[in-house]
């Protein structure tokens, strides 16, 4: 692959599917990493977790009761009460130092330790607990009878010892790590997330913040590439303004390098014109494994390697830098991280950036058989109308859309009525 196209144009451009499989071929799961649980939140869990021991550890009350033998309750009905000694109380943490004998019972709450002897508990709700004059102990009236084990948790109930609770690649969630924590497991293995460079070519560019003046314009894509990666769990490193000079291009692809990021998004420079000298300065670093996809409008998109990390070529274009994120970048990085690198599945599962829908169009898309289109769309109750040609430089018409249709590359568009898959932003 010759890297300088400046003022030539594309020989050809690769398909979608040969961008995303060498992808797929060329990028894997970063190693694993130990952290804190309370780090834990939605990172991907990097081997599986077995029970090292039993939850609950020990019997315990699951109501506020009575703890007994159920064989002294059997007599006990709402029109005949049994009576028993009631000979101490248990709670949580606090155990019964004694044993429950026959026609005894120990007041008990939620959680705390079923005492030796007892096999049950009677709920509070149908006992009565009466202090009889002139004797020395109180005593509980019951009024319904429990086989053993009525309302107690007993040991690995829960969980039990030697038990796979959570299998490696899972997205934590809050209640993944509640049960992580009742295994008093305070550290775990999980995929690093990736570190990533921005860097954002044009002479033309404002820095983010700013506003614009004479024929320059504000950087738009860096902060727009932060969301996204803050969105797929991928912490950015740096972001650096580069000038439109290979020599700046290459320094500062090389300070990003030295910081021991996982991947690099060089937006701007990408493209075949005179200033475009991202491609080349890849190509003198490593290796520029490809630029030119058959996708509209993010054509321009490269690959590259250097020291086996990726560096994405990013069209400048704010619409055009969505799609290619979109579509490989994203991908990409959260495959890095272990996470799903599925644009969106019907499902909607939560590692998935965007839910998908199926609607009827409402007016005609014209492609051209040989590209992808990325089609901005608005949804209704009942069908989706495109909203956009697929042109690079409308980022308004994304804030208007409410997703965006992909046309496949053997398909010359869709007609009026027919029903097409909606990857909505939301």
Known sequence: MNPDVRMRGFPSRAAVA???????????PLPLETIALQQAPARILGT????????????????????????DTFAASAQQASELDVIGEVLPGRPFSGEVGTNQAVRIMTGAPLPRGADAIVPVEAAEEVAPPHVPTRRVRLFEAVPPGRHVGQIGEDIALGAVVLRAGRHLRPQDLGVLASLGVGRIPVVRQPRVAILISGDELLPCGSRPEGYRIVDSNSIMLQALLQRDHAPVQSVVMVRDQPEAVSEALKTALRNSVDAILLSGGSSVGQEDHAPRVVAQLGELALHGVAVRPAAPFGIGFIHDRPIFLIPGNPVACLCAYDLFVGPAVRRLGGRCSAIALPSGARDEPYRSILLPLRHQINSVVGRLDYVRVNVTASDVNPLAPSGGSILSSTTRADGFVLVPAESAGHGPGETVRVFLYD
């Open 18 to 28: 040969v961008a995303l499989n060498m992808l797929e071929q060329r990028i894997s």
């Open 48 to 71: 599986d977790i077995t029970a090292e021991v039993a939850i609950p550890p020990f019997a315990r009350a699951a109501m506020d009761g009575y703890a007994l033998r159920a064989s």
